[in-house]
Structures are given as C-alpha cells and as structure tokens.
C-alpha cells in the first residue's frame, strides 16, 4: 500500500488550511514541476470574506537593523496571486491524484484545489549560513525564499496589513541542471618563465568533466615538467564558492567559501628537468563551522544539508531577480622556492542529482495517517510546535520566514 506524505498548516485564527503534497520543487532544463495543492476554509468563519492564494519569492538579507543604512533587509523577486474564493480565478481543470484524494477526505464544499505554474529563470532557494566566527547580528541566515501564503483580504493586492487572517508554508524551489551528452573537460596551461633560467615552467590542469553532481568527487589531472632551475615544493588544491547577494541589482555582498581543500607532497619535490602526473579527487563538504556558506535553504529542522547549486543565467532572468547567484572553479596553486608560485584557476558547475529522497524528508512534527479505498494512505505532517511559539509570542505578526 502506498503512502503519501501531505504538509499542512492553518492559520492563526484557523479559518483556512493549506494542504501540499511536498515542499521541494525542481526546475530541470526549461521545465518546472507545478506546484499543486488544497486549500481547506472553514465556511461559517470565513463569512463570504474573499479569500486568495499567493506564490512569493524573496530575498532576506541580515537582520532588520540594517534597514537603518538603507538596506532592505527584506525585498520581494516574484510574486503570482490568485483568487481562490468566493469564485476561484484560475479553477483547475485536471484535478492530480493526490488533490482529488484530499477533496474527498476534507470534503468537497470546503475544499478547493489550486494549482501554480511558475516560469522558468526564476531564482532558487538558497541559504547564506554565517559561520560561528561571525558575531551574532551577522549569525541569521540570509538567502533567497519561497512561501505560499493563503490570506483573507476585501483586494487581491490589499496590503498585509489589511489582511484579516494568513497563513504561511515555505517551500523550496531547486534547479536541476542536466549532463551534457557530449562530455565537455576543462583544460588550462600555464607556462611560465624565471630570470636567470633559460627554460619555463609548465603546469597542464584537466577536469574530468564541467558539472558534478553534490557529494560527486572532482577529478583533477595535474601535468607538470619543470624547465627551469627552481624546486617544486607542493601543491595546493581548492574547491571555491562564490556566492552574491544583490539587491536591486546591486550587489550588497560576496561570499568567498572554500569547500574543498588538500595539500599534497607526493612525488615532491620536483627538480630540474623532473616532472609529473597526478590525479587528485575533491570531496565537497557541506559541514558548518568557522565558514559562512551557502546551502540549497535546508539547513533548518533536521532537514539536510547540501551546497547550492551553480546559479545558471537564462535569456528570460535578470541579475535583480535572481536575488543571489552562485558559482565554483577549481583553483591549483603550484609552490615553488623563494615563495614564488603559479596558479590555475577552471569553472565547475555543481548541481543537485535526481533523486528527491535527501530533499522532501523535513523532521516530522506529528503525524496522523489514515487508509484510503484505493491504496494511497495519507500522512499529514502538521506544525504544532510553530503554531504554539507563534501563538505564545508577544509578537503581533506572525514572521514570514520559511518554516520547516
């Protein structure tokens, strides 16, 4: 018998319930999973009030202090809304499986199926962990988000605080970037030559191929033939991320995070007229500490922990819209005596694999399964523990900052 894990959460004054089948959606080439649920409204509390359905995206960035030099520590990269009741605009025609077990669950009257498409070039989820050298003001993560909200308003475009009633549930929206057929190996050479010494010193670095997969080894060819007079002493090798935060399409900060590094000596050094072939294997590591990195947003409530994607520029997305961009190379740095040394630095692209398993599994906060007629059981995952701290605090707005 199959199961399905379903997402739910209601507002504060529980009105309305939002109902999803996951919370991880994948843009693969210029494909985009929809994104389909249920939204459940209590008929008697709701009194005819309009109520509409939102897709948001936005990029948070630090804490709200820093609103005072200008900064908006929070600004909005996308948003879709549409009216779900008392007359749906978008009604969905073609009803998935899952929606059509829900309605039959929750009951058709009070049950309505929403369905959103959204384009390709769309940012991605991403989150900027500051490291535990950071100082506490710096520690909140920052990063882009995505959250459907469900809300209660006399307008579709009624500003929050006229909202009667809301609820929030994050989701995460990831890319996939497909393997070329043809497999395409970065290559550089760089010569280079000494004062006081008639030959040159040349260092040929080769991937294995331009994209891995997160978790995936980078394979690096090191050629290296020694013409001149100096000693090779090592090697170093690094993985590094690059990850910018724009706002407005300005950029506010650049992260530099090395997430794969090694030093090695074998078959050093290497003299006069000596050369070498090595093959190095780099293992990303995702794992927090000193570093401030950016993850794929995942890094909350036991879900885990993986490295942003390659940030990929399609013809339709702008750089204001992306919220932030991430990018790796591979840097080799060849030390030689006296302090001199040369360095190669090659482009990787790193993406998520194709499996969903490592994404869709957030800490389960309760859970009440039931059999339905046709082997599907449900299971809803519901948000006591948040819904209780939200409810406790002596906060007047509930925050919109995704929830796992």
Known sequence: ??????????SRKERFTIFLGKRCFIESGNEMEEIDGVLKFD????RDQPLFIAMRAFLEFGTGSIDMLGIKSQSLLYSTTQRVFPEQECPVSHPSRLQKKLISKLGAANSIPFTFKLPSGTPQSVTLHMGEGESEEKKVPSGVHWEI?????????????????KVHLGIRKLNNIALPAMVHKPFQEVRKKYALSSGELVMKVELSKEVYYAGEPIEVTLDISNGCKKTIKNVELR???????????ATVLTNKAVVAATQNTIGFPVQYKGSLHEVYDLVLTPSLGERCVALDGADRDGDSVCLAGTTLLSHTALDESLGMKVSYDVKVKV??????????????????????????????????????????????EQFIEMRA???FSNSTEEGTKMES
Do not use: H
Request: hydrophobic residues 30%; proline residues 4%.
């Open 149 to 165: 909200v469900a809300y209660s308003a006399e307008m579709k475009d009624s500003p929050r605080s006229n909202w009667r009633d």
């Open 335 to 380: 030390n030689v005596g006296l302090g001199n040394s040369i360095t190669c630095k090659l482009p990787v692209v790193i993406t998520r694999s194709d499996t969903l398993s490592d994404y869709d599994r957030p800490e389960e906060k309760k859970t009440n399964g039931g059999d339905d007629d046709d082997g599907l059981e449900i299971q809803f």
């Open 239 to 249: 993985v590094r991320q690059f990850a910018t935060v724009l706002n407005g399409g």
């Open 389 to 391: 701290q939200a409810f």
């Open 1 to 10: 018998m199959g199961k399905k894990r379903v997402f739910k959460k209601a």
């Open 43 to 46: 008929a008697p509390k709701a």
